[in-house]
């Protein structure tokens, strides 16, 4: 049902894949909710998906975009404020890869070249992302960034392995940009902690949908969707959340700050 949540917003989505992406939920909800933007992932992620059919769906153009590259930002804010006709009041980052994890390398044994890889495209993106609206000025006052994360960032998942580390740097990168960017325009920088969702990315986790199940029993509320997900990132684009900022806000239905459930304790 649509509230013109969001209407007269305008944004950019970054990591729409295919339907199984939370980005793609995002894309979907934010144009029920009146908001115009646009759509960008990098090249091989378009070749391997299908943001084409979402962008005919939300009527948004595509600008193809590594978000490790400075140019390719540079290109990307540029367009993006062309197409959309103005500053923007909203960036989803949701972009996340390890090389090590997709090649199954424990975290004791990385190896270093994919390592920086995992970094740079899965946190140091977001630091590249923000430096480049910052110096375009293309967000306007009060604009809201959202980067997705988890919990592997605070706790141990022994499979989630180099990915832990970039999402830590990802929560840092969005508190220490969040204070520098809120005290020049406003702009608040939040990320969502999300319950394990069975997306491309995360189904490449080892051992994943059993965890995904795991948390599901020691949820109070179970885990949240991608849907639901889609709907918490709407409410940080809204003005209703104006003054969040440099939060890690954790949408996983109480997993945690849960020790244990009745539920797990009677299947041990």
Known sequence: MSHNLLKG????????????????????????????????????????????????????????????SIEDLENLFTKAQEILGGKLDFVLHSIGMSPNVRKNKHYTDLNYNWYHQTIDISAMSLHKTLAVAKKQDALNDWASVVALTYIAAQRILPDYGDMADAKSMLESIARSFGFHYGMAKNVRINTISQSPTMT??????????????????????????????????????????????????????????????????DKM
């Open 9 to 68: 917003k305008k944004g950019i989505i970054f990591g729409a894949l295919n339907e199984m992406s939370i980005a793609w939920k995002v894309a979907e909800h934010a144009h029920e909710q009146g908001a115009e933007f646009v759509l960008t992932n990098a090249p091989v992620a378009m070749r391997m998906g299908e943001i084409n059919k979402l962008a005919a769906k939300v009527n948004a153009q595509v600008i193809p975009a590594d978000a490790t």
């Open 200 to 265: 491309t990315a995360g189904s490449g986790v080892g051992g994943f949908d059993k965890f995904v199940s795991y948390a599901d029993k020691m949820s109070p509320l179970g885990n949240a969707s991608a849907e639901a997900c889609a709907d918490y990132c709407l409410a940080m684009f809204s003005d209703y959340t104006r003054y969040v900022t440099m939060q890690n806000l954790f949408h996983d239905g109480g997993f945690s700050a849960t020790c244990i459930t009745n539920e797990l304790m």
